[in-house]
T-cell receptor, first 112, second 114 residues
Framework: DAKTTQPNSMESNEEEPVHLPCNHSTISGTDYIHWYRQLPSQGPEYVIHGLTSNVNNRMASLAIAEDRKSSTLILHRATLRDAAVYYCILTPNTGANSKLTFGKGITLSVRP | DTAVSQTPKYLVTQMGNDKSIKCEQNLGHDTMYWYKQDSKKFLKIMFSYNNKELIINETVPNRFSPKSPDKAHLNLHINSLELGDSAVYFC?????????????FGNGTRLTVT
């Protein structure tokens, strides 16, 4: 399975934008880029996903590099409730979605 | 209203016992999973079922036996519990087993084996 690399942690201030980076240099042409987050004592929560083009939804934006070897999750205005572990995951579009493999993720702290 | 619900939320038991965790999803999804999150917070897939059929068994000891009575339910039975089985177990579901389909997770069952 293609691997992703994320920083261990990041801090941000409330109400400011946050850019969470992810490197995936071994991504294959059919891999989707998914982001999930896990709040304390909860299950992982789907945030956003994309293939080649940048994506926006009510939670966040996903910026994908032109060569697809990296991506950035953008939270436009961080709130205290956004403090969580964010996982960047590659999922092959081959019917093997069950191979969703979580790494360590990046722990986001939000300062009031 | 909960989309993916697991019971119980907490489970404390002794070594050697047999226990079950239940999972139900009301999203109409046809694929369900069990994940295990250990003390180091790594999430690892254990099993995947599609329309009651076992699709993935990720080298899990055969003391763990999933059962899917219908596509809305996936239960996990664990025999002869060991200390190393202590973890948080998450159930998840998705509409289709394709790369674009997001997973919906339950809030986990914290299993403590003493």
């Amino acid at each position: 399975d293609a691997k992703t690399t994320q920083p261990n942690s990041m801090e941000s201030n409330e109400e400011e934008p946050v850019h969470l980076p992810c490197n995936h240099s071994t991504i294959s042409g059919t891999d989707y880029i998914h982001w999930y987050r896990q709040l304390p004592s909860q299950g992982p929560e789907y945030v956003i996903h994309g293939l080649t083009s940048n994506v926006n939804n009510r939670m966040a934006s996903l910026a994908i590099a032109e060569d697809r070897k990296s991506s950035t999750l953008i939270l436009h205005r961080a709130t205290l409730r956004d403090a969580a572990v964010y996982y960047c995951i590659l999922t092959p579009n081959t019917g093997a979605n069950s191979k969703l493999t979580f790494g360590k993720g990046i722990t986001l702290s939000v300062r009031p | 209203d909960t989309a993916v619900s697991q019971t119980p939320k907490y489970l404390v038991t002794q070594m050697g016992n047999d226990k079950s965790i239940k999972c139900e999803q009301n999203l109409g999804h046809d694929t369900m999973y069990w994940y295990k999150q250990d003390s180091k917070k790594f999430l690892k897939i254990m099993f995947s079922y599609n329309n009651k059929e076992l699709i993935i068994n990720e080298t899990v000891p055969n003391r763990f036996s999933p059962k899917s009575p219908d596509k809305a339910h996936l239960n996990l039975h664990i025999n002869s519990l060991e200390l190393g089985d202590s973890a948080v177990y998450f159930c998840a579901s998705t509409q289709m087993r394709q790369g674009a389909s997001p997973l919906h997770f339950g809030n986990g069952t914290r299993l403590t084996v003493t």
